[in-house]
């Protein structure tokens, strides 16, 4: 079974902190690896990773990939009361691509 | 453009009652997928179709749940008889084609709660 794994489950930070969210995967046939920011609705896409060692990048926002260690992280520089929200990480798997998401990692940013 | 959208927002049933929920993707968008999300959870796939086949439906609770996706275009999900549960935020998300080749569009979800 496909399982994807994040950490730390919950992090509360202060506003300019710079904050480091983990994803392992442990699948058959990866495809690409997302990230996915949810705040009260709908998960909104942030970057797909396909292949290691190739930074993608976004305002303050990056994510980088390890495939041989099976691992990205998603770093977030000067955070904002607006970074608040879950952050889910996914792996796509297969011919079909099945999306297999991790539990997410819950970020609150205080003044 | 318009986004993926979602019918009912909101549900509350007993249980053992049923209940339907309609989902309209982008337009031109291939895939549509049903996602269950229980509170504190990662959203769980149920169904994914391609034009109006089924790709995978490995985890969906056929004893209960179905779904169908008519002319490849909106889809419904039914819940029948529904149980405690399934009380959850169920995703309707589309793409364009499969999703390694570019990210999911999701709609803002209908919440389900049960009895």
């Known amino acids: ?111 | 453009e318009a986004g993926v959208a979602q019918s009912p927002r909101y549900k509350i049933i007993e249980k053992r009652q049923s209940v339907a929920f309609w989902c309209n993707p982008i337009s031109g968008h291939a895939t549509l997928y049903w996602y269950q999300q229980i509170l504190g959870q990662g959203p769980k796939l149920l169904i994914q179709f391609q034009n109006n086949g089924v790709v995978d439906d490995s985890q969906l609770p056929k004893d209960r749940f179905s779904a169908e996706r008519l002319k490849g275009v909106d889809s419904t999900l039914k819940i029948q008889p529904a149980k405690l549960e399934d009380s959850a935020v169920y995703l309707c998300a589309s793409s364009p084609g499969l999703v390694g080749t570019g990210e999911l569009f999701f709609g803002e979800g209908s919440r389900l709660t049960v009895l």
């Open chain 1, 1 to 111: 079974e496909d399982k994807v794994v994040q950490s730390p489950l919950s992090l509360v930070v202060h506003e300019g902190d710079t904050v480091t969210l983990n994803c392992s995967y442990e699948v058959t046939n990866f495809r690409s690896l997302l990230w996915y920011k949810q705040e009260k609705k709908a998960p909104t896409f942030l970057f797909m990773l396909t292949s290691s060692g190739i930074e993608k990048k976004s305002g303050r926002l990056s994510s980088i990939l390890d495939k041989k260690e099976l691992f990205s992280i998603l770093n977030i520089t000067a955070t904002q009361t607006g970074d608040s929200a879950v952050y889910l990480c996914a792996v796509a798997t297969g011919t079909a691509s099945k999306l297999t998401f991790g539990t997410g990692t819950r970020l609150q940013v205080t003044l």
